[in-house]
């Protein structure tokens, strides 16, 4: 499975941006889908993920209520909504894809859970 991220870019803060992330490749399973971002210097967090059948969502407490995660699985493609976004928010965001489709939510919050990655987008909110 190929993931390519994309509609990263500079945004003011308290501004939106989506970003998405399209898979290609042997996509004829489903698999459950998450975002996660690493700041210059720092490690690599978990920001949102969806279950397979895209019934079940997870947040990181930092972007609750602001973040959306979504996905199409007609299109192969999954989403994060970025509404009111802040300069913290600034980092490379990732997609990843795990093979274990519909497990409880915090097992989606490691990294090593995901089978693919993607090559990240960059989104930078300015102050």
């Known amino acids: 499975v190929q993931l390519q991220a994309s509609g990263g870019g500079l945004v003011q803060s308290g501004g939106s941006l989506r970003i998405s992330c399209a898979a290609s490749?042997?996509?004829?399973?489903?698999?459950?889908m998450g975002w996660f971002r690493q700041a210059p210097g720092k490690e690599r967090e978990f920001v949102a993920a969806?279950?397979?059948?895209?019934?079940?969502?997870y947040y990181a407490d930092s972007v609750k209520g602001r973040f959306t995660i979504s996905r199409d699985n007609a299109k192969n493609t999954v989403y994060l909504q970025m509404n009111n976004l802040k300069p913290e928010d600034t980092a490379v965001y990732y997609c990843?894809?795990?093979?274990?489709?519909?497990?409880?939510?915090?097992?989606?919050?490691?990294?090593?859970?995901?089978?693919?990655w993607g090559q990240g987008t960059l989104v930078t909110v300015s102050s």
């Open positions: 490749g042997r996509t004829s399973r489903t698999y459950a």
């Open positions: 990843a894809a795990a093979s274990k489709a519909d497990y409880s939510g915090r097992y989606y919050y490691t990294p090593e859970r995901y089978d693919y």
């Open positions: 969806i279950s397979g059948s895209g019934g079940s969502t």
